[in-house]
Structures are given as C-alpha cells and as structure tokens.
C-alpha cells in the first residue's frame, strides 16, 4: 500500500499523531508526505493544544512538503466546490491532491466521489 508520495488530510495527522499503528507504518515506509496549508492551519488553530504540542506538529510538519494555495490549486478548488458541494477546506485537500497527483490519506470517505482522485481511508480504521 505504501507508495512513494501521499498527502495526508488533517484526520491523518491527528491519527499519526495519537499514535495509530497502521498510519504510522505508512508514514515511515513513505518518504515523501505532503500536505495542504489548510491541514497545518487546522492543527494548529485549534484551542486545546500545549505549548509542546504544537512544537511536536511544527517539527513533524518540517519534515513534509507543504503545498500552499496556488492559482492553479484554486482554481480547481472552485471546480469541485462547485461539482460535489465540499465545504472549502476539503475541496482545497482535493484540488490539491488532484493536482500533485498523488494518494490523499483520509477518514473522510466524501472524497471517494471525487473523480480522479485516489483515497486511503482504510489504514485510518
């Protein structure tokens, strides 16, 4: 299952960051992780993280590809917005996706109606 490029979606992180086994494994084997800004946006703000904590997301996040928002990321974005009614932050984790091509790592099985794009929900379980 393991491939050499994935992006893991805000869920992935908090599961490897809790410390589940199988995604775990999958960031190990995997040498190139991506992820959107909108995952780093969305770890961080949130209220009930320490001060450790958020240097534990930082340091891992350093070592991942973040992928900011591009015309092109937008502009696809929109286009599955439109398409399958996500809310923003989960059409830019497909338009992003989309356009590194690469696997998306994600508990939310909504992106499986995105044409094209190729989910791994199942290591989340």
């Known amino acids: 299952m393991s491939g050499n490029r994935?992006?893991?979606d805000t869920n992935a992180f908090i599961y490897f960051f809790e410390g589940r086994k199988k995604i775990t494994e999958l960031v190990v084997q995997t040498p190139e992780i991506y992820y959107s800004v909108i995952s780093e946006i969305e770890l961080?703000?949130?209220t009930h993280l320490t001060d450790l904590e958020i240097i534990q997301i930082q340091d891992f996040l350093s070592f991942c590809?973040?992928?900011d928002l591009r015309a092109d990321i937008v502009a696809r974005t929109i286009e599955i917005r439109k398409q399958y009614n996500f809310k923003i932050p989960d059409a830019i984790i497909a338009a992003t996706t989309l356009n590194l091509a690469?696997?998306?790592v994600s508990a939310d099985v909504a992106f499986q109606r995105v044409a094209g794009l190729q989910l791994i929900a199942d290591i989340l379980t």
């Open 6 to 8: 994935i992006l893991l």
């Open 44 to 46: 961080l703000s949130s």
């Open 65 to 67: 590809h973040c992928i």
């Open 102 to 104: 690469v696997p998306l």
